[in-house]
């Protein structure tokens, strides 16, 4: 770890037009998502580098930590990517297909009922077009429980209808700005390792939000795809930004505190934030918590 200085130019210049013509700077998640970090942008943003031109970030999840470098940086080159191919397809088609989005997603707004919510459950998205499907992904994250994200071993999202007495299914608003922000995007589905290792350059900045590894069999949600990811994959995570560290990025990462967390970044920057859980079912290991951020620099603002 060394204290390196970013490229202190910021090509305005280069920026394609698209990016300076809309406001991008209010553009927030269109998602619910377990892990997301919107409670938390400002302790994390008190920990970004000082510049940033280019940014990778491979668990993207709702992207929130994105929508918050996007406004403050307006980086030169972003690319998103996450395992989750249903997510990433949603981003393309926000980015590419928002009107007809926005259009179909104000029919399911309709047509909600608890009967309705598990026939579109039950639809196979490999069967529908791109469109439909980004509609049918928003509609469940908006009306199933808790806005989770679970499929079984064959891949099936299983999660039950939640409670909302008024759901927000359709956010023409939301999703428009969102669209904007995703202009400039390169989105990817891929394993972080793989993103990382065919990615990532010199001085660029690399967030990494993974599913955390859990403190207690309940506390954490950790099965965000058909494979959890487990004690082997954050041993090979720690690799990867032991790798990224070489190559010369900014690496920013968070996870729960634990010893075996610690562990795998011993050497590093580690700093803490004070969370509150709400994913946990048990009461005890809900409130507040401290997570680990982990920095492999000093030059935040
Ligand atoms: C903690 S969430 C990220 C939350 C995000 N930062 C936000 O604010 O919404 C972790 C993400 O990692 C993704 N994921 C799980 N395993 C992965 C893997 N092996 N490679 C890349 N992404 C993975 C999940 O689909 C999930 O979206």
């Known amino acids: 770890m060394q204290q390196r200085v970013i490229n202190p130019v910021v090509r305005l210049s280069m920026m394609p037009t698209q990016t300076l013509l809309f406001p991008t700077y209010h553009a927030t998640p269109f998602l619910k998502w377990a892990g997301g970090k919107s409670k938390y942008l400002n302790q994390l943003s008190q920990f970004f580098p000082s510049k940033v031109s280019r940014y990778i970030e491979p668990f993207v999840g709702a992207g929130s930590v994105y929508f918050c470098i996007l406004a403050r940086f307006q980086p030169d080159v972003c690319l998103l990517s996450d395992l989750n191919a249903d997510l990433i397809q949603c981003y393309e088609t926000v980015r590419d297909e928002c009107q007809p989005l926005i259009a179909r997603l104000e029919e399911h707004k309709q047509n909600h009922s608890s009967s309705y919510y598990y026939k579109v459950r039950d639809q196979n998205p490999k069967d529908l077009r791109m469109v439909e499907a980004a509609a049918r992904f928003i509609y469940l994250n908006k009306t199933c429980f808790n ?51 065919s990615e990532a350059q010199p001085n660029d900045f690399v967030y990494l939000d993974p599913p955390y590894q859990p403190i207690s069999t309940t506390a954490h949600f950790t099965k965000y795809t058909s494979n959890q990811f487990g004690r082997g994959d954050q041993i090979r995570l720690a690799e990867i930004y032991r790798e990224l560290d070489r190559r010369g990025c900014y690496v920013m990462l968070n996870n729960s505190d634990s010893e075996f967390i610690r562990a795998l970044y011993r050497g590093y920057r580690i700093e803490t934030i004070q969370t509150n859980r709400s994913i946990s079912s048990n009461a005890k290991t809900r409130g507040m918590t401290k997570e680990l951020v982990v920095l492999n620099y000093f030059d935040s603002k």
């Open 147 to 197: 806005g989770l994200y679970r499929v079984n071993q064959s891949g099936e999202f299983n999660v039950p209808i939640g409670s909302y007495k008024v759901p927000k299914i359709c956010e023409p608003d939301k999703l428009m700005l969102a669209s904007h922000a995703l202009a400039v995007v390169k989105l990817r589905s891929s394993d972080f390792a793989s993103v990382c290792l």
